[in-house]
């Protein structure tokens, strides 16, 4: 019974890694949709989405399952307890993927934002896109030096979010409102992206470490 309860806790990690996968391609293609004004790489990301969905509530279902048979307690308990709560979290990773994505449909044939910002939403899609590969490789080998450069490169977009604000309210600001509700949003998306990825890799580093990182 323990070789089985080890085989279906490797099922789970293994689960989360092919979710965070999918979560990274997602947000790859999202972002090129949007730098690049690319409506067919949008549907695209929009179409698979569900595909998301569908993992985690699989995986879910799947930990809840071992919950209610194998009755973990210690480490055990806190891998299930916490793959539940990564599954959330990667789930509305593949959420701002898409509603990047949605932008990117919407403002076709036109760029969804004004030249002044485009060079800043290229970066934090960079920064998007590197944080998602370096968070499935997190969760595949549990290297914790991973989840410092996560957080190192939170700290970039949160920056570049506050900029795009700063941007927008400023007095040389000449987009139109349009133009200001969808900088806003866009930059709301990227920034929770990478939100999300953070609490991720502070679950993952506690499981590694038994230390819990604060919020900082």
Known sequence: MREVFQQELQ?????????????????EK???AFNESDVSLAEEVIAEDPRIDQATVALDELAITILARQQPVARDLRIVVSA????????????MSTHIAQLARYRFPDKVVPKSLRGTFSEMGRLDVEIARKLAQLLDNEDVKLAEEIRNEDDKIDALH????????????????????????ASR??????DHAVSIAKKVQYLATGDWVPES
Do not use: P
């Open 84 to 95: 539940l709560r990564i599954s959330a979290s990667l789930e509305r990773m593949g959420d």
């Open 189 to 194: 998306y990227h920034e929770r992206f990478a």
């Open 162 to 185: 506050l900029s795009v604000f700063d941007k927008v309210l400023g007095e040389t600001w000449k987009g139109e409102a349009i133009d200001t509700v969808d900088a806003t949003l």
């Open 11 to 27: 099922e789970v990690q293994n689960g989360l890694v092919d979710i965070a996968n999918l979560v990274a391609e997602s947000i």
């Open 30 to 32: 999202a972002t090129r």
